[in-house]
């Protein structure tokens, strides 16, 4: 097999361009997190990818994109596996490829990864793509397309209704020609997760390589170590959380497992949002833009937020408000985005690709006026 | 002419829906405003309307609804004329039929009126209509569907280029078959008009009967009439308004030709609003609410923001909010619309139909939304 | 009134488009036919036509387009009035101006009529707008564009229910920058009427001037005139015409009042159509296509069918192919539309504007490759 | 692997649809074809196929839908493969799954083959799904979705670039509920090949059980049987050919190898078709419509041509009605289809997505009204 192909090593690789944060140490291309994957300009008539895959019990996902168009996306199974992202090329033909993850990184199964350990190929690698833009987006299951796949009436919690491929993050850098990274995690939020655990809030691996991506073993690729933000600087940095935190308030108690402590936010007697845990949300907010702006001082930040309702927009307003009055930082936007309805819903009462393309342009709209502007 | 019809005087019609407010104790039927007109489910053959039109230098314009689509649209010159509202319909059948004044009213030029003063026709009047909702649409130019019609290039501030019938108000209203009333200004803000004068803001009319038709002859009509609030008790109350306040800080000052007074919202050094006069529009904008909730105790309030650009987006939130902490009173919502882009302009830069369209999707959804939980 | 503008005769106008098949040796401009009308490029603040109407029982509509947008449509009513196109424009300024008639020619009400005798204006006339193509419509109600206007729920036959604004000959000609003349009528047919009656079929009148424009009063406009047919030269003439004959097959039999004869398209026991009368529905379009040839050398022609059904299809067809093999002519497309769905119906059972936009993305995109190949 | 699921050979299946023609003689379920595949209803959290495939130089390509959705497409490599369908699913819920071929047929390609060994699960089998109705699709490459997955500037032949899932004949089926059966090949036609081969032409294999699927191996599997028309009797047979007929006037001739003879569709000088040779193409066609309806006695049988140009669209509406008029056989239709533009075009200036939507939109329109007065 491949007998006229050459093989080339992950460490060996030029000419390719790697997406998402990553560790330059590693010698294997461990795709831990949506988005993360390879991508290159290569004539030849074949490519084949030497990968090795794991997981516990959420399978990752992958898609293939041919000259910047999705042509395969399937369930990447547990071992070695080789590959084939084209054949069947003329020869001298460049092809653009790029083979990612689909599935977010998963904090509850540290298992869940993708190694690319090599290549075959008969081809040359030619000067990789070239973005006008780096965006990054931070955010919840709907960042982690949680609903951009299957049936309406879906309702496991599985793989496969998760993407990036159909995420209003990809659309919107595809439109805008831009380098897209993405730090999203399903059921997290600011201040609190959507059950009111209060450990899942996404600062608190945002300086991290991946922190998203738990466990031992994914450490031997980076995942915890500081992330260098001088190696990827952000034209936009794009926030879209707060959809958990409000599910907060409608959810019991939740109790943390190693202090016992309770958290739970709170509701009035009339059914609106307790101030003082309304409060904790907006410093959770303010305090984490602070923390996005330290490492990215030049970015513009917009968050976004209402895809799922709009429960909590006056209070992220807010947190945006008092973040540029306390620090005089205007370079941030906030913009709400239209919730779904039943024709834009996907699976899971998640929003849908129809949902996702709406939010897409609304921001690729914006986008394109801030860069004008700027 | 007319010789088989009966006439009716205005005062002596049944079975009529008066739409927009309106002086019950006016003889005639004047349409001084946006969406002011009548409609009825009507048997008979003909129908013509006996009016009186006047105006200084913007015409108004009308527009005709059967069976609740439009079908036609018009200039109506100075003068008596006899207008038909159809013709050649099968004896027995019964139609609905609405007559509505397109141009919002005019502060501008106190002469722009149509009055109805009779119609002729050979058919019985019906029940008329019934709304499933009542909505009052408070806003700007937006509202008064300046470059809903007209070619993109059109630059003239014509009253052609204004609406209602194209408006996301009619729009939302027809979709959730609710009754819809329009207090709206072209070029009027919250706490200044787009040129900085202090004088152009909806509040000071808001409380009349129709305030914003100037002049003494329109006070014949009840134009500065205290209005009645418990007429009409909107289920909801959409406020499209700040689009002029943003655009103050962007102009030249305003020198009251009254008081010699110097109005001019002012930006710091950096290009961003003074603190200040961000104050005072936030201020403006609480006691607006306030106006708007002490007169409709009951209603949903939306205030709605974004077609023409997001500058004043976390000001006017800000003001909801301290709103609602002021006074507790959760029933109220903030909104924000997309912008418009190159595919949803209209004439004038300002939103055109398909603006609108998507603005009257967003917020049909909400109120659908909202309307099904209280 | 008008005291500032100048008057100018219809007989004196110079740079005007005139619109439709009309009489160059009137002294006034008779709108007799839909999309009869005139356009110019002028200056000026206003713009009024002077005009007299007429009809007997169905009263035309007309239409206004500013700088190639329609902004107004409208019934005329019979007598003299002043139309105003256009005020309020800013001096300098140069307007596009178009104003047509909406309604088709009535072979059944002789007296349906507009004549513009003159203008005042203060612009100047500028050279009138170019267009890159010139195009012939030919056919029956949904060419008149029956259905276009009203509520789906519409069952009368009115004029307002027709256009020509909203036709796909209309959005043709503006997706290909074309000038348009139509020659249409509902209920007509190639070889029978719908309802049997053989006396209404196009070819009769397409040598007139304005054939189906009837009645001695409109003689004095050329309406029964032959045409000149070297005075406008179609790149492309478009027919939709076969949609009333496959109604006569359906219809009870029609007594020629005149002859007594008795007219009807018959069907075999099976339901099929009568072998000889489907010959008789060719040989009629062999002739009309051979008499649109003789009159039309150079032209290209487009044969439509099938917004309102494909029974006809193979029978056309047929004819098509007949007529070149007789001919030696390939000069000439038989082409297939998408027939009417519950989406895309309009008032009275027919296309509606949604139909009629996919009849002409298709005609346009057809038109488009045969302009690129020709 | 698998420990805690059962294993079913394919032979011991029950309560399984299969799609396609296959021979119910095989132990083994040969995907030969596009759209043959496997559909069932059952429980259990997991779901594995037990395949083994190959191919020389065109491999297949496969396909996954939950639910009716498409959540997953892929290339199939030689050799063994466990391929999962589903994992993570909670106990006790049913799920709908299919897998199916997307790629055609190949011809050219006899060991082109996907084979299911048997498959892995802990669920049941329930009733699998019902459909409304059978429908039959013959065509070329449009049917086989050539141009529906890839970038238009993908050039080469490739399999990725094929589908069943993205063409008009799928979502023909999923708007009406039917199971559908393809019967298609790239470059094939009625009378020709697109480069003249006269060998080319689908009626010679349409009586065959799979007779596309080339070479000896495939036999294996009864892909030159004759099909067995009674197991399977279409509502409705579509045929969609012609596209290639027209080709071959512009390619040069094809030499048969075997015999050395000459095939050539010839033109006139003046560029039309030569008429000895649309009479070869008319009565070609004719003759397969007559294969077709003695092996489908009561199928209605769909003409379709158009989405890659009309061409030939009078030389199949002319076959179509000899066919009738020979026959008495009315039960056949002619229907056109909008041709591609520079909107629809997918890779390959094949239709894309987007026609394949148009395409089906129109042919589902017809068949619902077909249905309905039958």
Redesign the interface.
Known sequence: MHENLNYYKAEELYNIKLHGRMDPDSKLIALLSNNQGIEMNITGTELWLDIEADFS???P?AAIE????L?????V?KGKH?I?L?????SG?TMRVKFYRELQAMTEDPDSRILIKGLWTDGLFMAPPYYDHKLEFIGDSITSGEGT???K????????CMSYSKTYANLTCKALNAECRVISQGGWGIYSGWDNDRRHIISKYYEKQCGLAAGEENKKYGSDKDHDFASFIPDAIIVNLGTNDASGFNQPPFIDPDTKEVYKLRKND?G?YLEEDCESIIQATVDFIKLIRKNNPTSHIVWLY?MLG?DL??IL??A??RY?NETGD?NI????L??I?KDTVGAREHPGYESHKIAA??LT??LK?YFLQS
């Open positions: 019990f959420m399978e996902w041919l000259n910047n168009v042509i395969s996306r399937f369930m199974n080789d084939c084209f054949r069947g090329i003329s033909r796949y299957g049936a009436s879906d309702e496991d919690w599985t793989s496969y009339d609106t209402g709009y927009s006056l307003s807010d945006v408000k540029i205007n936007k906030y913009l709400m239209p919730s309805n342009g609304i709209d914006y006026s």
